[in-house]
């Protein structure tokens, strides 16, 4: 599982050890979680180190500056592959996406798709505590990229997944350039123009509770832009 990370102090260590143990039952066979932190100031990337010391299952990849979330899953996505990884899992680090649900998400991926994405907007999933307006913005921002993109994914823009190897190696993701929400618009689009079987399952989001939105108009506009160029531009 790769975990980004920007000035997530007040969550590393706790969202870390919550996820160890729902994959310690989950994936008996082994699995890793890389933290990809940006330099955060606050030391988000210091106490990911002294938990690498205490978890073998725990790695840090520590990069120069705050460049997106983007460009961090990459880094991770060729690090996990490099490491062997058959499943590649993305999560939030500030407890929006329930760790918990890494079971389902990667039960899902075992048995019968390629891809699986928590989803908002699928029976049973929604979001908890967002404004009207934020849900608004969201629920448009997916019909908009699925309409657009010309697909049946109701959630585009969740950054809750489960890639198998496959999907990774085929995509060629390492030429994905979108940092933002549209990135994780890039990737599903990519997997399901490549014949992979794309599965949601219901998740509810949550609103974090400790440290600092990094939310931006600027990558919500970088969606509105990127979206029509991924159907019909050349990149
Ligand atoms: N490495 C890295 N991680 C990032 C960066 N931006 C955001 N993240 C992390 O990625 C996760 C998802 O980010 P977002 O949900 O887009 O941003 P957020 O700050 O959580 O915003 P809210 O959900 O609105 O509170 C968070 O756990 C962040 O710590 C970045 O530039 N680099
Ligand atoms: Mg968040």
Not at 44 to 51: F, N, V, Y
Not at 69 to 85: D, M
Not at 117 to 144: F, N
Request: proline share 3%; with cysteine; net charge negative.
């Amino acid at each position: 599982m790769v975990l980004p990370t920007y000035n997530e102090a007040d969550n590393v260590q706790a969202i870390l050890t919550r996820a160890g143990e729902v994959l310690a039952a989950a994936a008996p066979e082994g699995f890793r979680i890389l933290v990809v932190d940006d330099g955060s100031p606050d030391g988000t990337g210091d106490i990911a180190d002294s938990m690498a010391g205490e978890h073998d299952w725990v790695r840090v990849l520590h990069r120069t500056e705050k460049a997106g979330i983007g460009p961090a899953y990459l880094a991770g996505f060729a690090h996990a592959l490099g490491e062997g990884a058959g499943y590649v899992m993305e999560m939030d680090s500030d407890f929006s996406h329930d760790p918990a649900d890494l079971a389902r998400l990667l039960e899902r991926a075992r048995t019968d798709a390629d891809l699986v994405l928590g989803s908002r907007y699928v029976p049973g999933g929604g979001v908890s505590d967002w404004g009207r307006l934020r849900q608004l913005i969201s629920e448009w921002g997916s019909t908009y990229a699925r309409v657009v993109l010309g697909l049946k994914v109701r959630d585009l823009t969740g950054g809750f997944k489960c890639f198998r190897r496959e999907v990774l190696e085929a995509i060629d993701f390492q030429t994905v350039r979108s940092r933002g929400y549209a990135f994780q618009v890039e990737l599903t689009y990519r997997a399901v123009q490549a014949g992979f079987r794309v599965a949601e399952v219901p998740i509810v989001f949550r609103e974090r509770e400790k440290g600092q939105s990094k939310m931006s108009w600027r990558i919500a506009a970088e969606a509105m832009w990127l979206v029509p160029l991924l159907r019909f531009g050349r990149r």
